[in-house]
T-cell receptor
Framework: QKEVEQNSGPLSVPEGAIASLNCTYS??????FFWYRQYSGKSPELIMS????GDKEDGRFTAQLNKASQYVSLLIRDSQPSDSATYLC????????????FGKGTTLSVSS | DAGVTQSPTHLIKTRGQHVTLRCSPI?????VSWYQQVLGQGPQFIFQ???????GRGNFPDRFSARQFPNYSSELNVNALLLGDSALYLC?????????????FGQGTRLTVV
């Protein structure tokens, strides 16, 4: 059974700090990785995709991928209270089309 | 452009009843996937359809079924509802069917079974 693991948190950081969210996956052959943000009571929103080892930056968000260690992380710089949400890591389940396997999510709380 | 639209947004059903949830993908997207999300968990994959063909099925009982129409919209049907079927049901739309394809979610349907 392919798995995606995340620390459920909550992760609490002060406004302006860097929030670091981590995710590990079991399928060594995985090639694509996605981060979603989910506000309470809402649906997941895609915020980052990463396919190659290294870093990918988009505004205040940086995704980091290390395939050898089978982990992917999301850094949020200059955290804002509006970043308070649950962050979901997702990896395609290669044996079922492009269906995504999600971690349980990490809840981030940014205090002002 | 309209995003993924799901209907209804909220639904209350009684145990044993049947329910149909609907999804319209982003214009031009040919793949639709369905997920179930219970409180405190990540979404769990139920079905994927691409070009009207089933491409994948998650570990859900046969009470769950789905289909995709020629206009790429999709329905999820659940028969003989159980209390445990209460969840947020999410539809995700994708342009294609490759592993690097990004998926975009609708607002979800909140199903409560009483």
């Amino acid at each position: 059974q392919k798995e995606v693991e995340q620390n459920s948190g909550p992760l609490s950081v002060p406004e302006g700090a860097i929030a670091s969210l981590n995710c590990t996956y079991s399928d060594r052959g995985s090639q694509s990785f996605f981060w979603y943000r989910q506000y309470s009571g809402k649906s997941p929103e895609l915020i980052m995709s990463i396919y190659s080892n290294g870093d990918k930056e988009d505004g205040r968000f940086t995704a980091q991928l290390n395939k050898a260690s089978q982990y992917v992380s999301l850094l949020i710089r200059d955290s804002q209270p509006s970043d308070s949400a649950t962050y979901l890591c997702a990896v395609p389940q290669r044996q079922a089309g492009t269906a995504l396997i999600f971690g349980k999510g990490t809840t981030l709380s940014v205090s002002s | 452009d309209a995003g993924v639209t799901q209907s209804p947004t909220h639904l209350i059903k009684t145990r044993g009843q049947h329910v149909t949830l609907r999804c319209s993908p982003i214009s031009g997207h040919k793949s639709v996937s369905w997920y179930q999300q219970v409180l405190g968990q990540g979404p769990q994959f139920i079905f994927q359809y691409y070009e009207k063909e089933e491409r994948g099925r998650g570990n859900f009982p046969d009470r769950f079924s789905a289909r995709q129409f020629p206009n790429y919209s999709s329905e999820l049907n659940v028969n003989a509802l159980l209390l445990g079927d209460s969840a947020l049901y999410l539809c995700a739309s994708s342009l294609g069917d490759t592993l690097n394809t990004e998926a975009f979610f609708g607002q979800g349907t909140r199903l409560t079974v009483v």
